[in-house]
């Protein structure tokens, strides 16, 4: 009886749904094959270009650029992170100021100035000594590119790790206390695995931002990418299937970026399942006295 009783749900028809989803893909389709079969899109040069020696040199700066800047950015973001969140109001108050003044400044502007300081200081060193060198030795595009893109990189990533560590309950943080973990302790099973969980993702949307950013380098000649491709296509004005070259690599350095992060985020999110839950091996807290 409890069988033939039972009430089976049935989905409720959305004609407007397929409707609009066979609108845009008709919409899609025609939107690429107008662009495939343009006659001013030169596919034969694109073929040519896509794995020349000179936009492979100019993706590895791309590279170097963008795991070098995460690096440096990631390091000097936490170590802001840190002040911020101190007892020390002249520290908390100096990163606040590093945080507002270098995400207030367009990351164009920054390289600019960062490739123009020898208009500034025409000298760095000791004046008077030996251990004088021109500044525009020393700052070249690619050095300009590193200190523009690590210091933007540091203010954003800053508010990411000091967001994650805010998130951590501070009664969770407090009643572990209590129960006798020590701090090496509570760092690995409270406050890391869930200010982690907040941290990786907007720390990856951030590093695919830098990825896409290092073509601002272009600006300064900084022998990124983008800028091999502007040097080739001024020289035999195919301008269109050299950014076409340019943006097929930005596309795919995405998306392997974009699957690596998802990858880790559900490692992470795994990892925190199991770290919540009792072992075995690990000793018992000292009980809270007077419990």
């Known amino acids: 009886m409890a069988a033939q009783n039972e009430i089976r749900a049935k989905p409720v028809p959305r004609p407007g749904l397929w409707a609009l989803t066979v609108v845009a893909v008709l919409v899609a389709a025609f939107l690429a094959w107008t662009f495939a079969s343009s006659p001013n899109v030169h596919w034969d040069v694109i073929a040519n270009y896509q794995f020349a020696d000179a936009i492979l040199q100019g993706l590895l700066v791309t590279l170097k650029l963008a795991v070098i800047c995460e690096i440096t950015g990631l390091l000097l973001g936490i170590g802001l992170a840190v002040m911020r969140l101190s007892s020390s109001r002249v520290l908390s108050w100096l990163s606040g100021i590093y945080v507002w003044v270098f995400r207030s400044v367009p990351l164009l502007v920054q390289l600019v100035l960062w490739f123009?300081?020898?208009?500034?200081?025409?000298?760095?060193?000791?004046?008077?000594?030996?251990?004088?060198?021109?500044?525009?030795?020393?700052?070249?595009?690619?050095?300009?590119?590193?200190?523009?893109?690590?210091?933007?990189?540091?203010?954003?990533?800053?508010?990411?790790?000091?967001?994650?560590i805010a998130a951590v309950d501070r009664g969770q943080v407090e009643a572990a206390q209590a129960l006798g973990m020590n701090r090496a302790l509570l760092l690995r099973r409270v406050v890391l695995p869930q200010a982690l969980r907040v941290i990786v993702p907007p720390a990856g949307n951030q590093f695919i931002s830098l990825l896409k950013n290092t073509s601002?380098?272009?600006?300064?000649?900084?022998?990124?990418?983008?800028?091999?491709a502007q040097n080739i296509y001024s020289g035999n004005f195919e301008i269109i299937a050299l950014l076409i070259v340019a943006s097929l690599w930005y596309l795919l350095l995405v998306s392997i970026t974009s699957f690596l992060q998802g990858r880790l985020e559900r490692h992470i999110g795994r990892s925190s399942a199991h770290s919540t839950k009792p072992r075995r091996d690990e000793p018992a807290p000292a009980a809270v006295a007077g419990a």
Request: avoid cysteine; glycine fraction near 14%.
């Open 116 to 164: 123009n300081l020898g208009l500034l200081f025409p000298h760095i060193g000791i004046s008077g000594t030996s251990f004088v060198v021109e500044t525009n030795d020393i700052i070249t595009g690619f050095v300009a590119a590193i200190l523009g893109l690590t210091l933007h990189e540091a203010a954003y990533n800053a508010e990411i790790v000091r967001g994650g």
């Open 216 to 228: 601002l380098v272009a600006f300064i000649a900084g022998g990124d990418l983008l800028s091999t």
